[in-house]
């Protein structure tokens, strides 16, 4: 008759001390948890709760006693896993590294740090050295100026939340030269969202602007007119008028109808 074996309980965890190394704790009474959990855990002896991920249950000797634990929420683990890093950081002189957003994903035992900086920073090393520290895989990711504004919100100059945070899938490729196509030459303080980057608005009319350019012609271009051909020597695409200058030195203001133009266009013709 084949007999059967026991299963014998284990009497003590495994454990990954967050920001520290690897402990056996033993274990006087049932617990609930499984491999994996993350628990508030304290010792008789100390006062104060560590924060440890469970690896596995074993029967190694020990002189730990586990006095009493809690689950600990994911907010938690997070919280306590950022003042980790800032403190690597600050030790390490790489204070102008900020983060701004945690991302952690228990279940793959993966947590994501955003973060800006002044300069570009690669973290591989860092990230090497925090997995040992933390006990999960940690990844940085860099952002810039127009993506921390997005994260963080805020109202812009029209009084409404900023459109990055508000709708935007995609943050448009704004330079200078977009806002002189519309014709806008103001302060840098009056074009620039919080992100202190040119507004992404100003990309919402600019093809509107770039159609009604073509309508126009080009500063320099000679145009025949009732009084002869004349150089333009300026154009007002809202008003919808043009300045000429003849021969004789005068200078005339004149409409234009950029829908269906009647003057004829006479390019590079010397005056």
């Given amino acids: 008759m084949q007999k059967v074996r026991r299963r014998e309980s284990k009497k003590t965890i495994e454990i990954s001390i967050v920001g520290g190394g690897f402990d056996v704790v033993l274990l006087p009474y049932h617990v609930d948890f499984s491999p994996g959990s993350y628990i508030f855990l304290k010792y008789p002896e100390l006062e104060e709760e560590i924060l440890v991920k469970v690896r596995g249950f074993s029967n190694k000797e020990t002189d730990k006693i586990l006095d009493r634990f809690r689950f600990a929420g994911n907010d938690e683990v997070i919280a306590i896993m950022k003042k980790i890093t800032k403190g690597y950081f600050f030790e390490n002189n790489l204070k102008d590294i900020k983060i701004v957003r945690e991302d952690f994903d228990i279940s ?3 947590i994501t740090f955003v973060f800006t900086s002044d300069r570009k920073v690669k973290l591989d090393k860092v990230a090497a050295a925090l997995s040992k520290i933390l006990h999960v895989r940690v990844e940085f990711r860099q952002i810039g100026a127009r993506d921390l504004a997005r994260i963080l919100g805020g109202v812009g100059i029209c009084g409404l939340e900023v459109c990055c945070k508000r709708f935007l899938k995609d943050l448009p490729s704004v330079t200078l030269e977009t806002a002189k196509e519309q014709f806008i030459f103001a302060s840098p303080e009056r074009i620039s969202g919080l992100c ?10 600019i093809e509107y602007y770039r159609d009604l350019r073509s309508r126009f012609p080009e ?3 000679v145009i025949e007119s009732d009084r002869g051909p004349g150089k333009v020597t300026e154009v007002n695409y809202m008003t919808g008028k043009i300045t000429l200058i003849f021969s004789d030195g005068t200078k005339e203001e004149m409409d234009w109808n950029p829908v269906a133009p009647e003057l004829k266009e006479e390019e590079n013709e010397e005056i």
């Fill in 219 to 221: 500063v320099g271009a």
């Fill in 108 to 110: 793959k035992g993966v």
């Fill in 196 to 205: 202190n980057r040119l507004r992404c608005c100003l990309r919402y009319e």
